[in-house]
């Protein structure tokens, strides 16, 4: 794949959407492209994630070890990216990826993207405030289940309260 569909595909990611050309040129330069076969494990679940990766060929079975092996859970498409967070801090990878007939990706090391980061300050800034908009989006879903579940407790210590006092 040439260097100029590798920005294409990396201009596309809302991570990355707010480089400018030439970081990302030097981002797809730095990075390196890698292929899989079908069947073959691009990562395993609870390894350790130092990168992260962007199918831009293929398709990726994303599995979970149960009792009876592994299953599948969801399917990642050219495209995706697998281990957004890999490339900001130290994690393990949530589940296993199976390459899905020929696929190709981009590794984007942790290093490397944390030295762009210091390089471009201004791109560290701005992701930095995209990925704290985020968590606040996160943060606010979950809220109504968090006060739901309050409710549900003090249903339930309410009526343990009456249980011992029939008692």
Do not use: H, W
């Amino acid at each position: 794949m040439s260097l100029a569909q590798d920005i294409t595909f990396l201009k596309k990611i809302p991570m990355l959407s707010e480089f400018a050309d030439d970081q990302l040129r030097l981002l797809a330069f730095s990075a390196e492209s890698v292929d899989y076969q079908d069947g073959q494990v691009l990562f395993d679940e609870g390894d350790r994630a130092d990168s992260g990766l962007l199918l831009t060929q293929g398709a990726v079975n994303l599995q979970q070890r149960g009792e009876d092996g592994f299953k599948d859970i969801d399917r990642a498409e050219t495209g995706s990216l697998l281990g957004e967070s890999a490339m900001l801090v130290e994690t393990r990878r949530p589940c296993r990826a199976t390459a899905v007939g020929e696929v190709r990706v981009i590794r984007i090391r942790r290093a490397l993207f944390k030295r762009m980061l210091m390089e471009f300050p201004e791109l560290a800034r701005r992701l930095f405030d995209e990925q704290a908009a985020r968590f606040r989006a996160t943060a606010g879903a979950l809220s109504p289940i968090g006060d739901r579940l309050s409710e549900l407790d003090q249903i339930s210590a309410s009526r343990a309260l009456r249980g011992s006092e029939d008692t």
